[in-house]
């Protein structure tokens, strides 16, 4: 697998904390509450700042929270930035939402054939109520799987797998057969989103729950909490950042990665190198530059052309 050279990561981890920065300030301008998970909140803990290898932020927002972090970064940054989820276009085959630097480029492997825009991004994660009835929550992550991964199906005949070999190869059959089912028999990308959603926002109307989380992980753990392991919000620094994790993020991390403070061994160290990468503005500009805002131009929106293209699919 290709991996980054030192410069290209850090230039695109430099653009991940400017996304970081944005987002940060609509949160505080308008008393939302976001906060690191997964990696990044081991990234917070172990280094102060990024894991060394890793390409991405993982950040997190109760439902509500969430809507009104989108209406307001759709409202004050559009210029900068495109707000991706399956609401805003059918194509886009994830349950998380991404905010993407308009003009750069991000293309994992499986989107390469992909109509849609996907830039460097800030991943961002949507908390929902889980019920306390352990029958309940077991229908409701097996329903989210099941779903989650027709929606990918549905726009990828042969996603990425972790293994290789024969297993592979049967796999990847199964998942091409089930692809074209769902093309020929016209299953509308449009409708597994909504049916995701439902699913994720089944129980938010319950009271006393006592856990949250995204069930639509490869691990349903990975990104389950118990309310009173979340709030209230502990200060820590990321890369220089005033940023915020879980109040006892470690009890999930011990749970998903067991002994979170110890390097892995290298073979493990893996990122997300992508198919396809641009920079966009930032391409003639050094990692130094962008990470003290030396840059000479301003955004605008020129990229209103992702907008107009995102409306005309949701017509169709």
């Known amino acids: 697998m290709k991996e980054y050279d030192d410069e290209s ?78 609401a805003t276009d059918p194509n886009y085959f994830l349950m998380s939402t991404k905010i993407m630097l308009n003009g750069s480029k991000f293309r994992e492997i499986e989107a390469k054939d992909n109509d849609c825009f996907f830039g460097i991004f800030l991943d961002v994660f949507v908390l929902d109520n889980l019920p306390n009835d352990e029958h309940l929550l077991k229908k409701q992550c097996k329903q989210s799987f099941i779903y989650s991964k027709l929606m990918i199906l549905r726009s990828v005949a042969f996603p990425v797998l972790p293994y290789k070999g024969i297993k592979a190869k049967l796999t990847h059959f199964a998942t091409a057969v089930i692809h074209g089912v769902l093309v020929l028999c016209h299953i509308s990308k449009e409708k597994l989103g909504k049916q995701c959603l439902k699913i994720a926002t089944r129980y938010n109307s319950e009271k006393d729950v006592k856990f949250v989380g995204y069930l639509f992980d490869t691990k349903t753990d990975i990104d389950t909490f118990a309310l009173d392991d979340l709030f209230p919000l502990r200060p820590v620094k990321f890369e220089g950042i005033d940023f915020y994790l879980p109040k006892n993020i470690e009890k999930n991390l011990e749970l998903v990665y067991g002994d979170f403070m110890q390097l892995p061994p290298v073979e493990k160290r893996k990122n997300h190198y992508p198919y396809e990468l641009s920079f966009g503005k930032f391409d003639e500009y050094s990692t130094a530059d962008i990470a003290s805002g030396k840059y000479d131009f301003q955004f605008t929106n020129e990229c209103s052309n992702i907008s107009d293209h995102i409306e005309s699919k949701q017509g169709e």
Request: include cysteine; aromatic fraction near 10%.
């Open 9 to 86: 990561l850090h230039k695109l981890q430099q653009i991940e904390l400017m996304i970081l920065r944005d987002s940060l300030k609509i949160c505080k301008r308008h008393n939302i509450q976001m906060f690191g998970i997964a990696g990044t909140a081991i990234g917070a803990i172990r280094h102060h700042g990024f894991i060394p290898w890793d390409d991405d932020i993982d950040v997190a927002f109760l439902r509500k929270d969430y809507d009104e972090f989108v209406h307001y970064m759709k409202l004050e940054m559009s210029d900068k930035y495109t707000v991706m989820c399956t």
